[in-house]
């Protein structure tokens, strides 16, 4: 029930929504934090310097701390309670991406968006695309580390996907080719089935070999820059 100093906010994190009650100078960090009990979102220096409280608004990384609660409804908040499971983690772990680990959900976001932006063309650009994000214990070589392997892990998933559409490509006009042949052999002479083979082949390959695009890939929504 609203007061003469609160208002109604309904917002949408990791896929819940939440109608809450909150005073309108309230901030999207304190509303996780203190309102929706989500305290996996840091609070570093409360004035969009340090990056602690990064969060994901409609797939965008943006400050909590410099957003008010009321400015998030109508769009899905993704904290890191919702970001799991996401290859960037086990990368933080692998390269020791942390020491006292306080910043750490905020790279984490961060990373997981620096990848989907497709900003790890090299060193120099994830220590750019990276450097809304402080680290207080100084673990920086380990973060660009982490969010390299981030990179090539989702590189390896795409060119699965390719490599899996070959696969089927192959096998499809193989089997084609074979039960065309087979059948076109019992009917008519040995040229025909030989001529319906191949037909066979080249139309079950073309079918196949239709690639699947891989989602969330490098390079998916690279225009979107640092938060403010
Ligand atoms: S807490 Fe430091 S940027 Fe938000
Ligand atoms: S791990 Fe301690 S501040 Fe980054």
Redesign the pocket.
């Known amino acids: 029930m609203s007061d003469a100093t609160t208002m109604p906010v309904t917002l949408t994190v990791n896929g819940t929504e939440h109608r809450i009650e909150v005073e309108p100078r309230v901030t999207l960090?304190d509303a996780l934090r203190e309102v929706l009990g989500l305290t996996g979102t840091?609070?570093?220096?409360?004035?969009?310097?340090?990056?602690?409280?990064?969060v994901h608004a409609d797939g965008r990384r943006i400050?909590?701390?410099?957003t008010l609660a009321v400015m998030a409804e109508g769009t899905a908040i993704t904290t890191i309670e919702g970001l799991a499971p996401h290859p960037a983690q086990q990368a933080f772990i692998d390269n020791d991406g942390f020491q006292c680990g306080y910043c750490t959900p905020?790279q984490l976001m961060s990373a997981a968006a620096c990848v989907a932006e497709g900003h790890t063309g090299s060193d120099a650009e994830i220590r750019e695309w990276m450097s809304?994000n402080?680290c207080r214990c100084g673990a920086y070589a380990q973060i660009v580390a982490a969010v390299r392997q981030t990179a090539r892990a989702a590189e390896g998933g795409a060119q699965g996907a390719t490599s899996s559409a070959t696969s089927s490509a192959t096998s499809s006009a193989t089997s084609s080719a074979t039960s065309s042949a087979t059948s076109s052999a019992t009917s008519s002479a040995t040229s025909s089935a030989t001529s319906s083979a191949t037909s066979g082949a080249t139309s079950g390959a073309a079918r196949g070999a239709t690639p699947h695009a891989a989602l969330g890939g490098p390079g998916a929504g690279r225009e979107v820059g640092l938060?403010a």
């Open positions: 960090l840091k609070k570093g220096c409360d004035r969009g310097e340090c990056g602690a409280c990064t400050n909590a701390c410099m905020g809304g402080i938060d």
